[in-house]
């Protein structure tokens, strides 16, 4: 009755969301929500005032993703109203008319670096636009980004979902530096397997089989220009594989599209005209892409100083805010909340590293006088910007709460008992399933870390009971977080409020859970047939 009723809430929202009729996530998460918290409360026996603190805990932890969304759509909004968004959708038409092209460049190659720079869903805020811009359909991009942007999330954010994810386990003496090292090294090769049939399944959303054949030798060395660097990283580094992948895989790309190696003519290209994008138009208008990366990457590597300024946890000043809980806030201006309702709940915002403030707002602020934008339009948009952000504010609260009440009650919360279910019922075969709790994490979560975090301790303990690998149980964890991003709610609600889709997120679980049903298969193949080669 435990694992009925802690996988009913997953089940009933998943079909609310895929029916014929689907309600829309802004509906339908604060239902599951509220159901979740009402099982919680009855047949669990959750406390009260525990369940109210992860309430107020969750309405604290959506400012992460929101304001995430919120810079994401205030960039994307100023670069279509300065202008700049035209000059680029130009400059890439002459790199190459094809769609092919035009679609791993920016799906891939681009949003692999980005990914590796930043993480929290920014890679398919910042190409998913870019590809509208360039005449391809809102539905079908955002699917093609979810789907692209999963190679590369187990090393995102300079490897905070490896090194930061599975920091508890280290902590606690279950696994040393070298196996971490190791964790790294066996991710990075099941990735660059997946990765020669994913991004073929993310095109196939948006070109035929036909255009694919036509252009496999492109798409081929657009791939692998990002994963063999990444896997050649991956052997000494866990937090650079991405970036520096995405980086050369992203030049390589360009300057091979730009020579049309690998891409077959389009139809009728000798009649196709593109306007000419001068050198200084193009420079202005690559100015806040440039700066964003520029920024996002300088703020996320940790040999430089300024991702230990923008984390400092220092405290300035605290006030007790009585039955509340206590407030706190940093020397890095993070804002905390601890001893929710006099209980061990807290949550906390990094206003500086949450990659929203900085760099999205900055880089718009900054491009306002560049630019010279008129104060009627600045107001304008950052007032169509709030609204909308609405609707996904209601749907990440409503998601929110759901995982922090699964999450609740430790080795006997919802989530583990899913966890320790799943397990039991494999046993020894566990390798074939290892991957898909990582994506169950990351459905829940939002995050391949979080993901990490929460399940990492369930696959060590299964992994020793079974007498299977260690380092390949997690490292098959950390990929299935990764293709999970595929089908997080939290990911395609972004995605669908930056491009200005609605009602489309079950249509659209329905559509990635495909390629993430075969990305576990394909790990799952790895895991028995290259891995015990390689290690």
């Known amino acids: 009755m435990d694992l009925i009723l802690s996988v009913l809430p997953i089940v009933l929202l998943i079909y609310l969301m895929v029916k014929r009729n689907a309600l829309p996530s802004y509906v339908a ?3 599951i929500a509220g159901l979740v918290y009402i099982i919680h409360l009855t047949y669990f026996d959750g406390s009260f005032l525990e369940l109210n603190a992860n309430f107020i805990s969750a309405i604290i932890s959506v400012m992460t993703p929101i304001t995430v969304i919120f810079g994401a759509v205030l960039f994307n909004r100023m670069m279509e109203m300065t202008g700049a968004m035209d000059v680029l959708r130009r400059w890439l038409g002459n790199i190459s008319p094809n769609p092919v092209a035009q679609l791993m460049i920016i799906g891939w190659a681009f949003a692999f670096m980005i990914e590796g720079a930043s993480g929290f869903g920014t890679p398919a805020a910042i190409a998913a636009p870019l590809l509208v811009g360039l005449g391809f359909k809102p539905l079908q991009v955002a699917i093609l980004a979810l789907i692209m942007n999963s190679v590369p999330v187990s090393f995102g954010a300079v490897g905070t979902p490896t090194w930061f994810g599975f920091g508890e386990l280290i902590n606690k003496g279950y696994i040393n530096d070298g196996q971490l090292s190791e964790i790294g090294q066996i991710t990075s090769v099941v990735h660059l397997f997946a990765s020669l049939i994913i991004p073929i399944l993310a095109l196939r959303v948006i070109v035929s089989w036909q255009q694919i054949r036509q252009n496999l030798l492109f798409i081929i060395i657009s791939i692998l220009a990002c994963t063999l660097p990444y896997v050649a990283i991956a052997w000494f580094n866990y937090e650079f594989p991405s970036l520096v992948g995405g980086a050369i895989g992203l030049f390589i790309s360009v300057g091979v599209a730009s020579k049309g190696i690998g891409l077959s003519k389009v139809k009728e ?6 306007e000419k994008v001068s050198t200084p138009q193009l420079l202005k208008s690559l100015f806040p892409t440039a700066s964003l990366i520029i920024i996002l990457a300088i703020t996320r590597i940790q040999q430089l100083p300024f991702k230990a300024m923008l984390n400092d946890s220092s405290e300035l000043f605290s006030l007790h805010l009585g039955y509340l809980g ?17 209980t061990t709940q807290a949550a906390s915002y990094k206003m500086l590293y949450v990659p929203a403030l900085i760099p999205f707002v900055i880089t718009v602020l ?12 600045t107001q304008s948009l950052f007032t169509a910007s709030f609204k909308q952000v609405q609707k996904p504010f209601l749907a990440l609260v409503g998601a929110l709460i759901m995982v922090n009440v699964m999450l609740m009650g430790g080795e006997n919360s919802m989530v583990q008992i899913i966890g320790r279910g799943l397990a039991s019922a494999t046993g020894e075969y566990w390798t074939m399933f290892a991957s898909y709790l990582g994506a169950i994490g990351a459905f829940f979560s939002g995050s391949n870390t979080v993901s990490n975090l929460t399940f990492g301790a369930v696959q060590y303990s299964v ?13 098959l964890q950390s990929v299935g977080g990764a293709m999970g991003n595929m089908v997080c709610i939290n ?11 609605e009602k489309a ?19 799952a193949l790895v895991a028995y047939l290259v891995i015990p080669l390689l290690f």
């Open 29 to 31: 998460l604060p239902l």
């Open 269 to 274: 290209e000798s009649e196709i005209h593109h």
């Open 326 to 342: 206590n407030f706190h806030l940093s020397k890095g201006l993070i804002f905390s909340l601890t001893d929710i309702f006099t």
């Open 366 to 377: 900054i491009s306002i006088p560049i630019f010279s934008l008129k104060w009627k339009n």
């Open 463 to 475: 992994a020793n009971a079974t007498g299977i690998s260690v380092p390949l149980i997690l490292a």
């Open 491 to 501: 990911n395609i609600i972004a995605v669908c409020s930056v491009l200005g889709i």
């Open 505 to 523: 997120e079950g249509r659209i679980i329905k559509t990635t859970a495909v390629p993430m049903f075969i990305y576990g298969v394909i790990a």
